[in-house]
C-alpha cells in the first residue's frame, strides 16, 4: 500500500511466488516444478521469519505459506511484530483447483482458524467473514474489497460498436463459475448472433466453440487493456458458502472501469450494486437474458451505468475512500502494548 508511506508508514513486500510460478502451479501435471516451487517458497519464508523482529507490524494476506501448516504465521508472531491477517475469501473451506484436487490433502483450509486466533488484528473483506472470524478472535475489523482507482481507468472510451463484448474475468479456481453463463450466454447468442462476442480473461485452457471464446491468460501488465476491451461485464454466482464469503473484486473491477456489471444475488454482491442504477442484479436464465440484452441494445443505459458504477466504486470501495482507516487502524495497533 504505497499511500501508508505518505503518512509515516514505510512497508515491505514479500510475495511469495511471482505470476510465472503462479502460472506453473495452475497448469496440468508439472510435478516437479510444483515441488521445487513449494521448497524455494519454504526456505523463502524462513528468511522472512528471520528478519520479523525488524518489523513493528506482520502484515498476511490469506495465508504466509502454500500448504496446510500455520508454522509461519505462529513464528511471526513469537518474533514480537504485530500480527495482521487479512482475508477476503471464505478459505477455511477447501476449494481447489480441478488441476490440483490430487493434492488438495496438503492444504488444510482449517488452519485459517488457527491463524484467525493468534492475529493482532483481523481484516475481512466483507461481514460473512468478520462473523466467523469473531468466533476465534474479537479483534475483527471489516473493510470492503478496495479498487486502485487511479490504476483501474478504461484505456479507451466506451463508443457506439458494431458488435458488442460481454466479459468474464477470473482464475483458474473460479472459471467453474463462468459455466453457470452458458445456457443464458447461448440464447443471447441465438437472439444476436454476431452482434455480440464473448472474452474470458484467466483461464487460457477454457475453450467452448458453440460460444467461439477461447481462454485468455491473467497478466497484470496488461489487464487493464484487456478488460477495457468489454462493453458489458458479468460474475454468474452458486449461492453457496464459498461464494457468500466472496468480496466482489470482479464487479468492482468493472465498474472501476465504467463497464456495467450483471451480477448474482449472492453474498456482498447484493450490497455493491444497486440494481437498475449503477449495474443489474439477475438471478434467473431470463433475468439474465432480459437485462443483459438491455445493455446490449441501449449504448445510453451502458455509458449511464458505467460511470455511476465508478462513482459508487470510487466512493465506497477504493483504496482512497479506506486508506485513512488503514492508517488509523495499524497506528492504534503499533501504540497498543502487548
Not at 12 to 34: G, M, R
Not at 141 to 169: A, L, N, Y
Not at 189 to 209: H, L
Amino acid at each position: 500500500m504505497p499511500y501508508l508511506h505518505e503518512k509515516g508508514f514505510e512497508c515491505t513486500f514479500a510475495p511469495l511466488v511471482n505470476e510465472k510460478d503462479d502460472n506453473v502451479l495452475y497448469a496440468e501435471e508439472h510435478y516437479f516444478s510444483k515441488f521445487i516451487i513449494t521448497i524455494k517458497s519454504f526456505f523463502k519464508r524462513l528468511s522472512d521469519v528471520r528478519a520479523a523482529s525488524k518489523f513493528d507490524i506482520i502484515f498476511i494476506q490469506r495465508e504466509a505459506y502454500l500448504l496446510g501448516t500455520a508454522y509461519f504465521e505462529k513464528q511471526f508472531k513469537r518474533s514480537g511484530a504485530k500480527v495482521v491477517f487479512d482475508f477476503d475469501d471464505a478459505i477455511w473451506l477447501t476449494n481447489v483447483s480441478d488441476v490440483n484436487k490430487k493434492f488438495g490433502w496438503l492444504k488444510r483450509p482449517t488452519k485459517t482458524a488457527e491463524i484467525i486466533s493468534i492475529s493482532d488484528l483481523i481484516i475481512s473483506g466483507n461481514s460473512y467473514l468478520a462473523d466467523y472470524a469473531r468466533t476465534y478472535n474479537p479483534e475483527v475489523i471489516m473493510i470492503p474489497t478496495s479498487v486502485d482507482t487511479d490504476k483501474f481507468q478504461r484505456k479507451h472510451e466506451p463508443e457506439t460498436k458494431e458488435r458488442i463484448c460481454i466479459g468474464w474475468t477470473g482464475s483458474h479456481t473460479t472459471i467453474k463459475h463462468f459455466s453457470l453463463a452458458i445456457p443464458f450466454l447461448i440464447e443471447l447468442k441465438k437472439k444476436y448472433g454476431d452482434r455480440i462476442y464473448f472474452k474470458v480473461i484467466g483461464d487460457p485452457a477454457y475453450y467452448n466453440a458453440e460460444l467461439g471464446i477461447q481462454g485468455l491468460k491473467w497478466n497484470n501488465d496488461t489487464e487493464i487493456e484487456d478488460l477495457s476491451e468489454i462493453d458489458i461485464g458479468i460474475m454468474p454466482l452458486p449461492n453457496d458458502a464459498w461464494s457468500r464469503g466472496k468480496c466482489g473484486l470482479k464487479s468492482l473491477e468493472y465498474m472501476a472501469l465504467r463497464i456495467p456489471p450483471v451480477i448474482s444475488p449472492v453474498g456482498v454482491n447484493s450490497e455493491i450494486v444497486k440494481d437498475g442504477i449503477d449495474g443489474f442484479i439477475a438471478d434467473s436464465n431470463a433475468e439474465w437474458v432480459d437485462k443483459i440484452s438491455r445493455l446490449i441494445e441501449s449504448p445510453q443505459l451502458r455509458k449511464q451505468m458505467g460511470e455511476k458504477a465508478r462513482q459508487t466504486v470510487i466512493e465506497r470501495y477504493s483504496v482512497i475512500a479506506h486508506r485513512d482507516t488503514y492508517v488509523e487502524i495499524l497506528n492504534k495497533l503499533v501504540s497498543t502494548p502487548r
